[in-house]
């Protein structure tokens, strides 16, 4: 069982590095025309929050990402860096311990100046930060997460896989229903 836990943790480190790589380009992006726009002064101070930042190896990647691109982008501007203050979002049972040890690289880093750090427990699906206030949101795979079962199927007890295969044809409509209305409300939430 340590093998198989292994396999499916490398599988899911493998799997998160690919989103990161094809994420990249689009932080960057957003990055560029957030210090570029013609409309504003060059940002003293950046506000950058990974919603569902999760532990391990891949806590800090889209917010290293989002800095090093401050970093580059400054450098071709030949802008002084701005301010960074980073604020790690997850539900409250993630291991916020261990990502607290990680930030230590973070801070070592030659990148512009990351001068504070925040964990932001709770649900992105509630209110988390003042309006106005964030520069950049990140997230990998946090959006196909729900709030919570959809409430119709919980007080009629009706589960979302039956492995009865007639009951789960019969109830596939009504379960499809529920899980849409449920990610419709939440994303509106978001």
């Given amino acids: 069982s ?3 836990f292994s396999i499916l943790c490398h599988q899911d480190f493998v799997h998160n590095n690919a989103l990161q790589n094809r994420m990249k380009p689009l932080i960057e992006a957003a990055i560029a025309e957030l ?3 013609t409309n ?6 950046m506000l950058i ?3 569902g930042c999760s532990s391990g190896p891949n806590a800090l990647a889209l917010v290293s990402i989002a800095v090093e691109a401050i970093h580059s982008h400054c450098l071709q501007l030949q802008q002084p860096p701005p301010e960074v203050c980073v604020l790690l979002n997850d539900l409250p049972d993630n291991d916020f311990n261990t990502v607290v040890k990680s930030l230590v690289t973070l801070h070592q880093s030659n990148e512009p100046a990351v001068v504070t750090v925040g ?3 709770g649900s992105f699906y ?3 930060f003042t309006s106005g206030s964030m520069h950049l949101f990140c997230s990998l795979n946090s959006l196909n997460w729900l709030s919570k079962a959809p409430e119709d199927l919980t007080k ?3 589960p979302a896989y039956d492995v009865d295969e007639h009951a789960r044809r019969e109830r596939f409509p009504v379960v499809l229903e529920a899980y849409a209305q449920q990610f419709r409300k939440d994303f509106t939430f978001f």
């Fill in 126 to 128: 509630e209110r988390l």
């Fill in 119 to 121: 964990i932001m427990p």
């Fill in 40 to 45: 504003t002064l060059f940002p003293e101070k």
């Fill in 35 to 37: 210090c570029s726009s």
């Fill in 2 to 4: 340590t093998l198989a």
């Fill in 49 to 51: 929050a990974d919603l």
């Fill in 156 to 158: 009629n007890w009706i």
